[in-house]
């Protein structure tokens, strides 16, 4: 598993077991966020390939912004 985070202006990229709290707590600063990576899809973007990525968890919210 991945995940990307934002550390004051610093974005870091993990793999494994997050552990964004304990470095958060070192810097003093809150986690405002995570967000997960799913390796495949990472890929894909950084091939220029994002229009063939798999993502049926997507078409849900695709289908509400076309009837918006």
Same mark, same amino acid.
């Given at each position: 598993e991945m995940s990307a985070s934002l550390v004051g202006s610093e974005m870091c990229?993990?793999?494994g077991e997050s552990h964004i709290e304990e470095?958060?707590? &070192? %810097?003093?600063?809150p986690v405002l966020a995570k967000i997960?990576? @799913?390796?495949s899809i990472a890929s894909k973007v950084d091939e220029g390939l994002? &229009? %063939?990525?798999?993502?049926p968890w997507?078409?849900?919210?695709? @289908?509400?912004v076309e009837k918006a």
């Open positions: 990229i993990e793999t470095t958060a707590d &070192e %810097y003093e600063i997960p990576i @799913d390796p994002v &229009e %063939y990525v798999e993502s997507l078409d849900a919210a695709a @289908d509400a």
